[in-house]
Antibody, heavy 119, light 107 residues
């Protein structure tokens, strides 16, 4: 059974870099079917897809954020990492990671980690 | 990029009602559409895949339909646990995209 769990700082200052980590269990990141996406949700707002890491290490990014985002993995730790640079208060959100399956739907999801950007 | 327009944004209904939520894509997505349910403070849960396939364990009162650019989620005989926010998501192309969500609230 695949399980994902996000972790990261609760508070980040404007202009700083945000790093959130998704720890995957029950499935190997080396598996050819194991792709992971990051999705965020500002408080009270809709879901926003951010980035995807394919099993072959290819990446895809949100068009509006691609110049600030980097997604990568540490296979030895079974982790997928998302880096967002130069944050501002509009980046305040719960950040979710989710496995992509069935051609691209998301299941399962992690519980999410709330990151607040404030000075 | 494919834009997903979902409506209504809010829907007031009573237990036992039948409700329908619509999602429209800015270009054809060939039925590569999923529907999710999200309760407050929880991660989304997938209900429907490939526009109309009910996911394992999801009650049969949920159904999906549509093709091309227009898709619907129908909930027959609304139950108390169904009051939540629903999102559509296209997975026809990258970047992936979600609809703006529909809040189903108690009338």
């Amino acid at each position: 059974q695949v399980n994902l769990k996000e972790s990261g700082p609760a508070l980040v200052k404007p202009t700083e870099t945000l790093t959130v980590t998704c720890t995957v269990s029950g499935y190997s990141l080396n598996n050819t079917k194991m792709g992971v996406s990051w999705i965020r949700q500002p408080p009270g707002k809709a879901l926003e897809w951010l980035a995807h890491l394919f099993s072959n290490d290819e990446r895809s990014y949100s068009t509006s954020l691609e110049n600030r985002l980097t997604i990568s993995k540490d296979t030895s730790k079974s982790q997928v990492i998302l880096i967002l640079t130069n944050v501002d208060p509009t980046d305040t959100a719960t950040y979710f990671c989710a496995r992509s399956r069935g051609g691209g739907l998301f299941d399962p999801w992690g519980q999410g980690t709330l990151v607040t950007v404030s000075s | 990029d494919i834009q997903m327009t979902q409506f209504p944004s809010t829907l007031s209904a009573s237990v036992g009602d039948r409700v329908t939520i619509t999602c429209r894509a800015s270009q054809t997505i060939y039925s590569w559409l999923a529907w999710y349910q999200q309760h407050a403070g929880r991660a989304p849960k997938v209900l429907i895949s490939k526009a109309s396939s009910l996911e394992s364990g999801v009650p049969s009162r949920f159904s999906g339909s549509g093709s091309g650019t227009e898709y619907t989620l129908t909930i027959n005989s609304l139950q108390p646990d169904d009051f939540a926010i629903y999102y559509c998501q296209q997975y026809s192309a990258y970047p992936r995209s979600f609809g703006q969500g529909t809040k189903v609230e108690i009338k």
